[in-house]
């Protein structure tokens, strides 16, 4: 099975790990998948602050 990644330093999508893992975003199922890697990580960051926020947590313990 093909695994996607997004070079978030690049901006390409790599079919397989081809570069440094600090440089990319995956694996993903799909290419298409792995082109919208930075909305993805938006709504996720999004909806961690969101519960975040409602439990009452700062992460400064």
Known sequence: ??????????????????SLGSDRDGPYATEAEAKRAPEIAAERSRAWAAEDSASGSDHDD
Do not use: D, R
Request: net charge negative; proline share 6%.
């Open 1 to 18: 099975m093909t695994q996607w990644w997004y070079n978030h330093k690049t901006g390409a999508v790599e079919e397989g790990p081809q």
